[in-house]
């Protein structure tokens, strides 16, 4: 790639900068003309870029440690967000999870973003332990968030039952540079 088209691609990228893909996937920080989770060429998108506008509250973009993950941005508008009054760089998102498991229920967290829902006491049938079912979370570990202007990254998940209801509560921290210092 020449001087000149190199110039170019940057001036475009920079151009982009906070505007979406028609798939909604974030632009990228790089200089590259192609969106980087759909492929899709930035100038052949008309009208394609665009401040998502469905997405101005809370919202997962991408993955720290599965850059590849499809499914990006999530909203998670819906959800609650309470930031740390002594902390101001950890927050907590208390997601409710679609379940009508009672609170008597064991929860094992398990794969990526399963939540198993046993039984308690234990009973087995067929060999198993049974369930009330399972879900999935919107979040997992390493999920970079976007919130109040900052990006937070997830780092600890658990699941308790609040208020009458499985919730999935998951703390992220603010996002440092790479001098050790917080964004």
């Known amino acids: 790639m020449g001087h000149q088209q190199i110039a170019a691609a940057l001036l475009e990228a920079e151009d982009r900068a906070g505007d979406f893909c028609q798939c909604g996937a974030p632009s990228d920080d790089s200089w590259h003309p192609h969106c980087h989770i759909c492929g899709s ?8 870029l665009f401040n998502h506008p469905s997405m101005a509250g809370l919202r997962a973009i ?28 950890f927050i907590t998102i208390k997601d409710v999870l679609p379940t009508d498991a009672p609170g008597s229920a064991k929860p094992l967290c398990c794969y990526i973003n399963e939540v198993i829902f046993y039984e308690h006491p234990h009973r087995v049938v067929d ?13 997992i570990l390493q999920d970079i968030i976007e919130f109040e202007d900052e ?9 308790a039952y609040l ?8 703390r992220a921290r603010r996002e440092v540079t790479g001098g050790g210092h917080h964004v």
Do not use: H, I, M
């Open 163 to 170: 208020d009458g209801c499985w919730v999935s509560l998951t």
């Open 151 to 159: 990006s937070f990254v997830c780092f600890s998940q658990r699941v």
């Open 62 to 89: 991408s993955n720290a440690f599965f850059p590849y993950r499809e499914g990006y941005p999530v909203d998670l508008s819906d959800t609650e967000v309470e930031r740390d009054v002594d902390s101001p760089w």
């Open 41 to 48: 060429y930035w100038k052949d998108v008309e009208e394609g």
């Open 127 to 139: 060999g198993n332990y049974a369930s009330y079912g399972s879900v999935q979370t919107r979040l």
